[in-house]
T-cell receptor
């Protein structure tokens, strides 16, 4: 059974650009959540989707957005990138909302 | 607002020792608690999930306990091995009024474990 797949694994952007990250959950999982991990702030919750609906949202500015498709795949978008957005972005899937989380390998974003 | 603290922040032990990692949280109204390991530059690997109605979970050499009343969870690693070297994180899913009354996960900063031969 394939795990959670995140693409791209690494990317470099410049300030002001936007970026879209993709996450394919474990087959059968309908919940996808996103996290930002930095040395300074640790691992922080961004948002969670279940059946194409955003269920929960963390304390991040509106520049961070996401969506989920009918096949449960999810994307997150960060607009107007800032240097502080450099981080490892992790996606997790679960069978049910609020269930056991299974993480992907992450997308490492560097903003120059 | 839920706050999760993990002690110690770092730990270095010789192979074969039994270990206890601690996770404390401020709001006892939790939905579940999950322990993970993270290798450098990698994602998180789920180790154990404890639902709020449970007291402990076991998997192989790992045992996790949960005491909601005191706001504590411990991860016990028996007979540690060099392959156990990683950062161990706990995540508590609890009610967040700021998120519209939904249950969201809050992570500790982790315990960095080194097991040397």
């Amino acid at each position: 059974k394939a795990g959670v797949t995140q693409t791209p694994r690494y990317l470099i952007k410049t300030r002001g650009q936007q970026v879209t990250l993709s996450c394919s959950p474990i087959s059968g999982h309908r919940s996808v959540s996103w996290y930002q991990q930095t040395p300074g702030q640790g691992l922080q919750f961004l948002f969670e989707y279940f059946s194409e609906t955003q269920r929960n949202k963390g304390n991040f500015p509106g520049r961070f957005s996401g969506r989920q498709f009918s096949n449960s795949r999810s994307e997150m978008n960060v607009s107007t990138l800032e240097l502080g957005d450099s981080a490892l972005y992790l996606c997790a899937s679960s069978l049910l909302a609020s269930g056991e989380l299974f993480f992907g390998e992450g997308s490492r974003l560097t903003v120059l | 607002k839920q706050e999760v603290t993990q002690i110690p922040a770092a730990l270095s032990v010789p192979e074969g020792e039994n270990l206890v990692l601690n996770c404390s949280f401020t709001d006892s109204a939790i939905y579940n608690l999950q322990w993970f390991r993270q290798d450098p530059g990698k994602g998180l690997t789920s180790l154990l999930l404890i639902q709020s109605s449970q007291r402990e979970q076991t998997s192989g050499r790992l045992n996790a306990s949960l005491d909601k009343s005191s706001g504590r969870s411990t991860l016990y690693i028996a007979a540690s091995q060099p392959g156990d070297s990683a950062t161990y994180l706990c995540a508590v899913r609890s009610l967040s009024l700021a998120s519209g009354g939904s249950y969201i996960p809050t992570f500790g900063r982790g315990t960095s474990l080194i097991v040397h031969p």
